[in-house]
């Protein structure tokens, strides 16, 4: 039997953990996901889980004993946050080179300078190229679901999945959230199977020194090199998305949740405006639009955007053809340019006939407080806008809750 | 374990488990050490091994010159990712041994955190650090092991400062077991190797290992200088266990000679050291002996 309970974001990462079976937790404190590590490790004390619980001196090491783990054939699991998983950057390209199906939590956090334990999504963002795929919860149900299946996703493309969620908003907060029962979690995730695994029965040399071009191997058979190798990458990784979308249709078959993997409207099929989010404040904007709609009669709805990289171009594209307006509303930024999350989503319009108007909303830096009456007012202003505005007016990102 | 049977090169194993050739320099001393110790350790390993000469030596991709399983790691994390393949070790049930395969930048320098974490937690793995005094894969830059005086490509006039001593440090952790070795005895790394394999908990096994393109050396000189560094009394062999030491074979030796061999002769066999001043070799001359002076107290009495 299924169990309902209500419990905190980090609990329900951890039991979603638990009952994913992952053999070899590597993790070290960093707040908000600290409450995760703890459970992890009082769980596998008190005997509860059957793994091996390693206390790393670093995030790098964390990684790293995940790397080994996945290497040697056995399901690892890690989680971070913020400057944790910046230390881990050399270590998260590495394991996406390596194609190890790993999956990881990132509770989302502000970077430094200057120190913030507040949420944003900066350290995700900042770490979006890694060849990672990312995936982004809007609450505890999803917590636990998106992670079950990320396992189940990493390792059937072989490439690592971070599961993020947003710090205190989803991590610290109670509420309600249905668990899977081990047997039936069992039957929907197959044992860890990794086809390089390291044995001395079959012995491989991982990750060895390639040159600029490909090379013979002894049988005389030409081999790819590391550009070769990273081209597969990048084409898996973009199959990985109809993967995801299978597996979610697996997922919902055997649990009854599920059915918008990648993308999560919400009131859009009559909208001609629309705001884009990931993450909690995604679910925020479903208050906000309701209003919109309410009290302005304004045609509005939200599309959660579930999966971030691999980047769903086409769906997306596809899926904003039809809006008079799109508002991206994101909790980090490329410095010196607009929201990560906007340019990708504009880039991916453009060979589109129909190019809807654009307005890029950065908010929520370092845990500013996002007020639901401001998103109110700067959702509405930009839906009354008129044409009359430049290009340049209309593609400067603009901030909201500044209070200088 | 005391009474083992010492490894000659009559009873050494016949088997190989490297194929002929690679891509070290010839006269490499890690290419003697790393033939030698595969003997010793068997088939039933898997080696953790950070960007190094080792990495190359090992073969570039699609080729190895290996027969063992290999997991080539980011340069910090060698003790980590040891870590973990042990911790999947374990989880299969398996007593196959891992071994950390590393140089003295990625032990002394870049990885001595994951190395410090990893005998803090005591793992199960045996750690070789093979020493050849310097960043050599990437063209001969100082390291925290380069000798005070020694030139490299960035201490054009000598480093300044002294070296660490790596197995000081290990040894500050109280680990199962240490031993150090020279490429010049390739077989004491083989016995002692033996004999780490049977010990549980983390194992260090630091190996001076001469390199003639760093240490500016014909290549016939690898053997010859490892043997004179112990020689003169500069590098001893010796193992720790349960915190006593105890000078091995080579260095034992010495301690029944009243003087040693001056390290003059060691320095002059090699160009990296041409820029010690007469001063800075009586230091060196003076360290020495003040360290076997103290050497002779501790173990000639027993
Ligand atoms: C994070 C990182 N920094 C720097 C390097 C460049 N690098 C590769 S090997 C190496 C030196 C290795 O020195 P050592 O460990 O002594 O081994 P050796 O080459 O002497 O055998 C350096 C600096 C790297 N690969 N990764
Ligand atoms: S540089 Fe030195 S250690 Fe590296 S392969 Fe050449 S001889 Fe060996
Ligand atoms: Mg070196």
Known sequence: ?404 | MTNMTKTNVINLTDEEFIYPGNRACSGCGLSILYRIGLKALGRDCIFVVPPSCLTVMQGLYPIAATQMPILNGTFASTAAIATGVRAAMKRLGKKTQVVAWAGDGGTSDIGIQALSGALERNEDIIYICYDNEAYMNTGVQRSGTTPQGGLTTTTPYGKKETSKNVPDIVAAHNPAYIATCSASYPLDFHDKLIKAKEISGLKYIHIQTPCPPGWGCDERMTVKIGKMAIECGLFDLYEIEEGKKKLSEPSAKLLKKSKLRPVQDYLNMQTRFKALSKEQIAAMQERIDQKWEGYREEFAAK
């Open chain 1, 1 to 404: 039997m299924s169990k309902k309970l209500i419990d905190s974001g980090n609990a329900a990462a951890a039991m979603a953990v638990q009952l994913a079976a992952a053999e070899v937790i590597a993790a070290y404190p960093i707040t908000p996901q600290t409450p995760l590590t703890e459970k992890l490790s009082e769980l596998i004390a008190a005997g509860e889980m059957d793994a091996e619980y390693v206390a790393v001196e670093s995030e790098h090491s964390a990684l790293a004993v995940c790397i080994g783990a996945a290497s040697a054939g056995v399901r690892p699991f890690t989680a971070t946050s913020s400057n944790g998983l910046l230390y881990m950057s050399e270590q998260l390209h590495w394991a996406a080179g390596g194609r190890l199906p790993m999956v990881m939590c990132v509770v989302n956090r502000g970077i430094g300078a200057p120190w913030s334990v507040w949420n944003d999504h900066q350290d995700a963002i900042s770490q979006r190229d890694t060849g990672w795929i990312q995936i982004f919860a809007k609450d505890h149900q999803e917590i636990v679901d998106m992670t079950l299946k990320a396992f189940r996703l990493a390792e059937l493309v072989h490439i690592p999945v971070m599961v993020n969620y947003d710090g205190y908003y989803l991590s610290h907060t109670y509420m309600p959230f249905e668990l899977p029962e081990a047997a039936e979690v069992r039957a929907f995730l197959p044992d860890y199977d990794y086809k390089h695994t390291l044995s001395p029965e079959h012995p491989e040399s991982l990750n060895t020194v390639t040159l600029p071009d490909a090379r013979n191997d002894i049988n005389g058979v030409k081999q790819g090199s590391y550009m070769d190798i990273r081209h597969n990458l990048h084409q898996e990784m973009c199959l990985a998305m109809d993967v995801w979308e299978e597996i979610d249709a697996d997922f919902q078959q055997r649990f009854g949740r599920g059915g918008a993997p990648i993308l999560d409207p919400y009131c859009c099929d009559d909208a001609e405006f629309v705001v884009v989010a990931m993450g909690s404040i995604a679910n925020q904007f479903r208050d906000v639009v309701d209003r919109l709609r309410q009290d302005d009669g304004l045609k509005i709805g939200v599309l959660a955007l579930q999966m971030y990289r691999p980047f769903p171009i086409a769906r997306i594209a596809e899926a904003l053809q039809s809006f008079k307006g799109v508002m991206v509303c994101e909790k980090g930024l490329s410095y010196g340019n607009q929201g990560a999350l906007y340019a990708d989503l504009k880039s991916a319009l453009y060979p589109y006939p129909a190019r809807p108007r654009l307005h890029n909303f950065i908010t929520g830096l370092g845990g500013r407080e996002i007020r639901t009456d401001d998103l109110y007012l700067a959702l509405k202003t930009a839906c009354l806008q008129d044409d009359l505005t430049t290009p340049v007016q209309n593609d400067t990102p603009q901030w909201i809750g500044l209070q200088l």
